[in-house]
């Protein structure tokens, strides 16, 4: 069972906005941290952002900082990515993923490796 259920994507307008979220399907685990990361056809998945779930600490990838928010509702175990002011270059599989492992290097959360849980992807397209 996929403990990470992911909704949100869909097709937007070049400038326009989209918020996709992320819920932990089970209480199995403690998150320590959720990232969210992408990957174009043919390309290698990117780095898009993460949150600390304790402090809610973030960090983004260079290609979206100022334009995309993450947030966490940690209530419902639930993550979100705001996309706001979208580009054609944003099209993508954007995933979500969550690791119950601390690390005080927060560039290691910017790794794929580093996150044992997954989100089964969705599609935005940004339209020019």
């Known amino acids: 069972q996929v403990p990470l259920v992911e909704s949100g994507g869909g097709l937007v307008q070049a400038g326009g906005s989209l918020r996709l979220s992320c819920a932990a399907s089970?209480?199995?685990?403690?998150?320590?941290?959720m990232g969210w990361f992408r990957q174009p056809s043919g390309k290698e998945r990117e780095f898009v952002g993460y949150i600390r779930w304790n402090g809610a600490s973030t960090g983004y990838g260079d290609s979206v900082k100022g334009r995309f928010t993450i947030s966490r509702d940690t209530a419902n175990n639930t993550a979100l990515l705001q996309m706001d002011n979208m580009k054609p270059e944003d099209t993508a599989v954007y995933y979500c993923?969550?690791?119950?492992?601390?690390?005080?290097?927060?560039?290691?959360?910017?790794?794929?490796?580093?996150?044992?849980?997954w989100g089964q992807g969705t599609q935005v397209t940004v339209s020019s």
């Open positions: 993923a969550a690791t119950n492992v601390y690390y005080s290097d927060n560039n290691l959360y910017h790794l794929p490796p580093m996150y044992k849980y």
């Open positions: 089970e209480r199995t685990f403690s998150i320590n941290v």
